[in-house]
């Protein structure tokens, strides 16, 4: 197998990046005040608590659903690793859309399982008629990746009776930056619907890894017997925990970043990149007029990082051929305003 390749992580304090949807903010001033009480008490020498206790009563009353339909994770990959060690036997099948996240394939080739992925309608919904009814898994982003859309919740809910009693699992990273609500409410009624989260993209904490899953409590009793014993260390949990209860501060700086991706996209579009509307924290851009991977390259001799992808197909209605384009994360203001200076240089 190839494996999943991760983005560029450079040691370098002058490069601006882009890359991978990191929060361009630090985050809450309750993490760094969680951490130093974690670090001065005698919680280093013990193991923290399995299931994550406070973190899960904590984020009950954020996201209105019971503490028990909480499963936590080192990141959210850790819990899409869970899912499938949980549901897919050794020459079992998962599904997911493309152009979407790359790690799906690479979860199907660790377990020894197929994978097929589904092209997207040109509306950037899941083709529902197209899916494989016998897919022991099925992955869902929304917000998608690389392109930023979100999926109709009715979509959703025809998708999840198609597979059935097989799960659909709804990878909702960058569901905090979405402009639609996400699909929570939608658990407690389909017993084969699982929702994704992480705290890595809109509370700042991509270098602690800290993620989790919302299924019904009968799903995640199973669940935790799948994975490790005490997968979330007790840093990761105190910040955690800090931060999901700073809803406040969550708010501005979610505020922040949906202004200036909203102000970058419309500048992109004047220097002519065709820009899909996004509801992530990271824009995904075309060209009808050039190979984008010569940008990328030179933003990256600019020292500007960011992400070229290429999928070998694109949506239904898309040219035949590889569907390729950059995904720029937003950043501060400051970034943005070099990135877009750099972008008139080059073109």
Not at 1 to 8: L, R, S, T
Not at 91 to 100: A, D, F, K, R, Y
Not at 331 to 346: P, V, W
Request: some cysteine.
């Amino acid at each position: 197998m190839a494996g999943y390749v991760p983005g560029e992580q450079l040691n370098d304090p002058d490069i601006v990046k882009l890359n991978t949807n990191e929060n361009p903010y630090p985050p809450s001033p309750r993490v760094f005040d969680a951490i130093r009480a974690a670090l001065t008490s005698n919680s280093l020498r013990k193991y923290p608590q399995p299931l994550g206790d406070r973190f899960r009563e904590a984020a009950s009353g954020v996201l209105g659903v019971s503490p028990d339909s909480i499963l936590i994770g080192n990141g959210s990959d850790d819990i899409l690793t869970i899912l499938t060690r949980a549901f897919v036997p050794e020459g079992g099948l998962i599904v997911s859309p493309t152009p979407s996240y790359i790690l799906y394939k690479s979860l199907a080739e660790i377990q020894g399982a197929r994978f097929e992925a589904v092209p997207y309608e040109a509306d950037w919904q899941p083709d529902v008629e197209a899916w494989p009814r016998s897919a022991h898994l099925s992955f869902l982003p929304n917000p998608n990746s690389p392109t930023g859309t979100v999926i109709d919740p009715v979509t959703t809910l025809r998708l999840s009776s198609a597979v059935t009693p097989h799960p659909l699992v709804v990878d909702e990273a960058y569901a905090d930056f979405a402009d639609t609500p996400g699909h929570l409410s939608l658990v407690s009624e389909w017993p084969n619907l699982i929702i994704t989260r992480t705290l890595s993209k809109s509370y700042s904490l991509a270098g602690i890894r800290f993620g989790f899953a919302i299924a019904q409590p009968e799903v995640v009793r199973e669940l935790v017997k799948v994975k490790d014993s005490y997968n979330c260390d007790v840093l990761s949990l105190a910040a955690a925990t800090a931060a999901i209860e700073d809803q406040d501060y969550f708010r501005d700086v979610r505020a922040k970043i949906i202004a200036t991706r909203d102000r970058m996209a419309t500048a992109l579009a004047a220097l002519g990149f065709d820009v899909t509307p996004s509801h992530a924290n990271f824009v995904w851009c075309r060209r009808a007029d050039r190979d984008v991977k010569p940008i990328y390259e030179e933003l990256k001799r600019r020292k500007i990082l960011v992400r070229y992808m290429s999928y070998a197909t694109g949506p239904v209605g898309a040219p035949d051929g590889a569907y390729a384009g950059l995904r720029i994360t937003v950043g501060t203001d400051a970034e943005i305003d070099k990135l877009l200076a750099e972008l008139k240089a080059i073109l």
